[in-house]
């Protein structure tokens, strides 16, 4: 398919980082001679704010990104292959959206959808109709958050929208043009150093380390991505180092709320740490959000 559009997220997703890839970019690849890759892994690829990024800016030869997200990676793996149909449905379902007269019925709407792709779930049916599904509820659920209960099934309410813009045809078009070179995987992280050569780039953006003093701090344990699942990172960073790769990664700072909360720099002791300025919203008052700093380890 022919396009001139640089391809960008098709999904909105927490700790996407479109807006922050180009200094990510500069702070971070400016020391390395991007020739010298030939493959591009992304093992968190979420939203893909990064990747798009630097598949717009650099040529590798292979790319793999991977996430532990089933619905996630069967998205791209629909909008890879299949992308005339999820282009197709998602316009069938935005039109139906846009033509119900109030908010009530809007509402049901939503709530129909995410039965459907409930009942998709349960019976792990990955196709082009649960992937537009799940573009369909990202965009018209709270937030584009993804939650999920403890059956595995997604809980997100209704994000109270009036009208539904699902996916931008050229940019659905630029997206499936990238991806028909890339591999695109359900993995773990742990999963990804058997990649890792001497012309290998990583760029690894697991989920934020909560800051200290942060409502979801108060217990590392109950999180599903626990700081004992930061360690294992370290550890596979390190693997992927010792076979020659080199890696980026993002996390939260939590420096600048506790300046004694040196987790991430002692972890990555033995790496490049640098600091770069983030918008973000650290609490729910518009006095607890703004300017705060992001860790990039370069390693
Ligand atoms: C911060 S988001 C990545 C955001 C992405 N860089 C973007 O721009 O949208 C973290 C991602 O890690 C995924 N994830 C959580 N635990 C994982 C694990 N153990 N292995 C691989 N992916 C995981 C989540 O599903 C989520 O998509």
Not at 151 to 160: A, E, M
Not at 281 to 288: K, L, P, V
Request: with cysteine.
């Amino acid at each position: 398919m022919e396009n001139e559009q640089q391809a960008k997220p098709i999904i909105k997703w927490a700790g996407g980082k479109f807006k922050l890839s180009d200094l990510i970019i500069k702070e971070g690849l400016e020391r390395f001679d991007m020739n010298n890759f030939d493959r591009y892994v992304e093992p968190f690829i979420g939203g893909g704010g990064m990747f798009f990024s630097m598949t717009n800016k650099f040529n590798f030869g292979t790319k793999i990104i991977s996430d532990v997200n089933e619905e996630l990676i069967n998205m791209y793996i629909q909008i890879r292959d299949n992308a005339s149909e999820v282009l197709k449905i998602t316009k069938s379902i935005e039109e139906s959206f846009n033509v119900l007269e109030n908010d009530d019925k809007k509402k049901e709407f939503y709530l129909d959808l995410r039965e459907k792709f409930n009942e998709g779930i349960k019976v792990n049916e990955l196709d082009e109709t649960q992937a537009s599904l799940f573009i369909a509820l990202n965009k018209l659920g709270f937030n584009g958050l993804y939650r999920v209960n403890k059956h595995g099934l997604f809980n997100v309410p209704f994000g109270q929208k009036k009208k539904a813009a699902l996916v931008e045809e050229n940019n659905l078009v630029a997206v499936s043009n990238v991806l028909q070179s890339t591999e695109i995987k359900v993995a773990d992280f742990r999963d990804c150093e058997q990649y890792a050569n001497e012309r290998t780039l990583f760029y690894f953006d697991s989920p934020y380390r909560p800051l200290p003093n942060s409502a979801s701090f108060t217990s590392y344990a109950k999180l599903e991505f626990n700081d004992e699942s930061q360690k294992d990172l370290a550890a596979t960073c390190k693997k992927v180092v010792d076979k020659g790769g080199k890696f980026l990664l993002s996390n939260s700072d939590p420096t600048q709320i506790d300046p004694n909360d040196t987790f991430f720099d002692d972890l990555y002791s033995s790496f490049d740490i640098v600091r770069i300025p983030a918008r973000r919203a650290i609490g729910a008052t518009a006095s607890r959000r703004g300017v705060i700093s992001e860790i990039l380890v370069i390693g």
